[in-house]
């Protein structure tokens, strides 16, 4: 394997912004255009309630202000833009069954969604049966994209799926260099929730640890469904550890990292995008200081090409945050607006028959300066905008210490 870096971001991250406008009410309004053109929907999958609503609500709301953007503008000649959200609750049955919905409604053209890598497993091959596009903002496991297999043979698996976000095949390694280049961190104990995104993503990190000369001094696995995290917590005290590493997502890594500190070992708790967010902060408690998270792309407030999203999205009364994936659901519904305008525009101003199938194949030519960076996608329709963070916790807050790339 080839030796692999961090390469520092520079200022031409944020070169290029997409011009918006300021979006209006939150109702999405009657079906039709105003020219008494055509409606098209676009579908958003989230958990909109539960542990993780706070994400989910951050990915419908952007998506919803992607659509008003686009009407108000008068983007697609004669097209009529709304959105249509389901709540997964997490749970790959549930967004089993919101595909299906989804599919059976004929004005939906694409999908914003889902949040977890485990939900996506369940809807792709019911999008991807019905050639309908479906773009997810945060599903961060390799496979997805590149088959079970990805480490040894990459091998695109369904043509309908893509993803705004960038994979654990690189967050994981890119947290790894972190922790043991720059907090100077030599031995782990390494946790993981067995769902796909996090044991995926707990792998990934472990495989780069080794590799650069860190120490895996143990290993363990919880039930996301407790609280009590206790006997691990123990574990982790007694193994000398200096760090540790979780696989998962903030409503178990909070508490995990409160009893950890509570046991009597001091060390930070680092995660992937999945901790990335105030509750984890809140649930963890004071002594979370030091914890670390890695997410995707650089802070959306430090980008220029963010600054219009970040102020039309404050401009729209939206009660919740944007969130960590705001950013990243905006620019995979704009993905599939740009898929619908080039269909439209190809086909003399209307949709054709086959409109599924032709957004599908649009979108994965599409490229434009997006809220995040330049929005592309690669031949398995993985996002070429590979950028992460490191954020720290600093006086009760995430703040960021470290932006850059992972490359091979």
């Not at 200022?11 to 053109?37: I, M, N, P, V, Y």
């Not at 993981?192 to 996090?198: A, R, S």
């Not at 792309?297 to 404050?314: I, N, R, W």
Request: proline fraction near 3%; charge should be neutral; include cysteine.
């Amino acid at each position: 394997m080839r030796q692999r870096s961090l390469i520092a971001i520079t200022a031409a991250l944020a070169a290029g912004a997409l011009t918006l406008t300021a979006c209006g009410s939150r109702d999405s309004g009657d079906k039709g255009s105003d020219s008494g053109g055509t409606t098209v929907v676009i579908g958003v999958d989230a958990p909109l309630t539960g542990d993780l609503s706070a994400l989910g609500l951050g990915i419908k709301n952007s998506v919803d202000l992607a659509a008003k953007t686009a009407n108000k503008k008068k983007y697609v000649d004669g097209v009529k833009f709304e959105i249509k959200a389901l709540d997964d609750q997490a749970q790959p049955s549930s967004g089993q069954q919101n595909a299906s919905t989804l599919v059976a409604d004929k004005d939906v053209l694409g999908v914003v969604g889902p949040l977890n890598s485990s939900v996506a497993e369940s809807m792709q091959k019911v999008f991807d049966d019905a050639k309908l596009v479906q773009i997810s903002p945060a599903n961060t496991g390799p496979a997805l994209t590149q088959g079970a297999n990805w480490q040894t043979k990459k091998e695109r698996q369904y043509k309908s799926y893509f993803r705004t976000a960038t994979t654990d095949a690189i967050q994981g390694p890119f947290a790894a260099q972190y922790v043991f280049n720059d907090a100077k961190k030599k031995k782990v104990f390494v946790i993981d929730d067995k769902k796909t995104y996090g044991a995926g993503l707990a792998s990934t990190f472990t495989a780069e640890f080794k590799k650069i000369g860190g120490q895996v001094v143990g290993t363990d696995h919880i039930d996301p469904d407790t609280k009590d995290f206790s006997a691990v917590a123990t574990k982790v005290k007694n193994s000398g550890a200096d760090v540790v590493y979780y696989g998962g997502e903030y409503p178990q890594a909070g508490p995990l990292s409160k009893q950890i500190k509570a046991s009597g070992a001091k060390i930070p708790v680092v995660g992937g995008d999945g901790i990335y967010d105030p509750t984890f902060i809140k649930l963890a408690g004071p002594n979370s200081a030091g914890d670390l998270a890695t997410s995707v792309g650089a802070p959306v407030e430090t980008l220029a090409s963010a600054k219009q999203f970040v102020a039309d999205y404050k401009a729209g009364g939206y009660k919740e945050e944007y969130a960590a994936y705001g950013g990243y659901s905006y620019d995979a519904a704009w993905a599939i607006i740009e898929g619908v305008k080039k269909v439209v525009d190809d086909n003399g101003g209307k949709l054709p028959d086959d409109a599924r199938a032709k957004v599908t194949a649009a979108v994965q030519n599409v490229s434009f300066d997006g809220v995040t960076g330049k929005v592309s996608f690669d031949e398995f329709g993985d996002a070429t905008n590979k950028q992460l963070t490191v954020y720290a916790v600093e006086n009760g807050a995430w703040k960021a210490v470290k932006s850059g790339t992972f490359t091979g």
